[in-house]
């Protein structure tokens, strides 16, 4: 079981001193197999017939450094699982539930996250975030997500995000929660219609990306790098252009809230 440090003001570390006592037990209350069982139906697994958990509660087992490559998670309850150094890359996991998982090198990539649901994982073992320990999203079916996260750096190169949920809800306005994809690399990915309130986009990379129709409310893209990315229709009210990078940026000119961003001054056109 990875150790993850508490991160100042991070509620998403909190529960996983109770993740770690049940995952070291090798099963869990409520979960519908044991590791020694998911293990077997992953070696017994093929191309032809990979492994299917569809809808199964995997709530937290210690699932760490398994080959689910290709396997159909399609649903299922990860709830505190830790599927640190895990392959899930191609994995189907539409819908499933991946809130107050341990993600620490695990390998989302070209996986089908569609509608899925990601509050509060732990990513990183320490304080600092790492691109070594940050998790791979590249060329992920994020569709219609829901995060609330701390992904600082994180590989999301290539991946649909069209229509992602990250933006802050109601009841955590008052809260310090916010997602953090600081220095994430986001080129050419499809952010189009995605709710990104309140994000913390700090040296972001967004070269290409798709962010038409997106809402960027009050979002931090202080040095980050938009070059060539689309913003036809996105809502740059109040978000911090502080730095950023706008050279050959397609569709400003019909973002709402551009005469309310802030710093835009000090943008790089």
Known sequence: MTSVMKEGGAPWI???VL??????????HGAD????????????????RPADF????????????????????????LYGADLSDANLSHAR?????LDHTIIVRTDFAGADLSRASLYAPGAYTGMEATPAEAPNFAGADLAGIRIMARL????????????????MARDQLKTQTRND?????????????????????????????DLSGASLLRADLSRADLTGALLTGADLTQADLDGTILKGVIGLGQAKGLDQALHRDRSVP
Request: a negative charge; hydrophobic letters at 50%.
């Open 181 to 209: 994809l600081s220095g994430c690399d986001l080129t050419d990915a499809d952010l189009s219609g995605a709710d990104l309130k309140e994000v913390n986009l700090r040296f972001a990379k967004l070269a290409g990306a």
């Open 152 to 167: 600082s750096r994180a590989n999301m190169r290539g991946a649909n995000l069209a229509g992602a949920r990250l933006g």
């Open 54 to 77: 569809a809808h199964k509660d995997l709530s937290f087992l210690d699932l760490s450094g398994l080959d689910f490559k290709g396997a159909d998670l399609a649903g299922a309850n």
């Open 33 to 48: 197999l044991t590791v020694r069982e998911v293990t077997q139906a992953l070696v017994d697994a093929s191309p032809e």
């Open 14 to 16: 909190c529960s996983l």
């Open 93 to 97: 996991l539409a819908g499933a539930t």
């Open 19 to 28: 993740v770690a006592a049940l995952a070291a037990a090798g099963t869990a």
